[in-house]
């Protein structure tokens, strides 16, 4: 199966400053999906990225608060802009194979 | 949308003993996995499972997709097997999203 890279895997931050967060696969995916967990939550879907377009953004999610890059089809990357308090979460970036879903180790984001 | 429940939605089991988590959900879905997410808040792929029986060691996995639900059996606990147990899936007949169950959350005590 796929192998994922994600970094940072954790970070503190300052309320109102921006944390970029990459993902690197090891083969070629056509669509990457980023995910957020929230404290004690399940993880909902943020938005999907498909290489040489614009990420389809889920209900609640907007691409000026998550800007997502997709250069390629092994690397994205997920911006969280403006961060509070309430953007601390895991973040998690997965791939679809033929098997199922792989996942990144995810990013813990702690915002001060 | 299609609703997912899993249940218990939490565990406490001692060392050694077997347990079983069920997922119920209410229409057809594709992609069915299991995930364990380890207190580091990795989330570690178990078994993809759309329907039928698997099994990897002490732990195993059965789908019966007409009658809408799966279960994962965890013998021999041990205190690794400690954290949170995710179902997923995909709707059917839409893009490769994958939905998560509100999760079990397991404590394997000594």
């Known amino acids: 199966s796929a192998v994922i890279s994600q970094k940072p895997s954790r970070d503190i931050c300052q309320r109102g400053t921006s944390l970029t967060i990459q993902c690197q696969v090891d083969?070629?995916?056509?669509?990457m999906f980023w995910y957020r967990q929230q404290p004690g939550q399940s993880l909902t879907l943020i938005a999907t990225?498909?290489?040489?377009?614009?990420?389809?953004?889920e209900s609640g999610f907007v691409i000026d608060k998550f800007p997502i890059s997709r250069p390629n089809l092994t690397f994205s990357t997920l911006t969280v802009s403006n961060l509070s308090p309430e953007d601390s979460s895991i973040y998690l970036c997965?791939?679809?194979?033929?098997?199922?879903?792989?996942f990144g180790s995810g990013t813990r984001l702690t915002v001060v | 949308g299609i609703q997912v429940e899993q249940s218990p939605p939490d565990l406490i089991l001692q060392e050694g003993a077997n347990s079983t988590l069920r997922c119920n959900f209410s229409?057809?879905?594709?992609?069915l996995q299991w995930f364990h997410q380890n207190p580091w808040g990795q989330l570690i792929n178990l078994f993809y499972?759309?329907?039928g029986t698997k099994q990897n060691g002490r732990l195993s996995a059965t789908t019966v997709a007409t009658e809408r639900y799966s279960l994962l059996y965890i013998s021999s606990s041990q205190t690794t097997d400690s954290g949170v147990y995710f179902c997923?899936?995909?709707?059917?007949?839409?893009?490769?999203?994958?939905?998560f169950g509100t999760g079990t959350r397991l404590q394997v005590t000594l």
């Open positions: 997965s791939v679809e194979e033929g098997n199922g879903y792989t």
């Open positions: 083969s070629q995916v056509t669509m």
């Open positions: 990225a498909n290489q040489g377009s614009e990420a389809t953004y």
């Open positions: 229409d057809s879905v594709n992609n």
């Open positions: 499972i759309p329907s």
């Open positions: 997923a899936f995909a709707y059917t007949g839409t893009a490769s999203k994958l939905t």
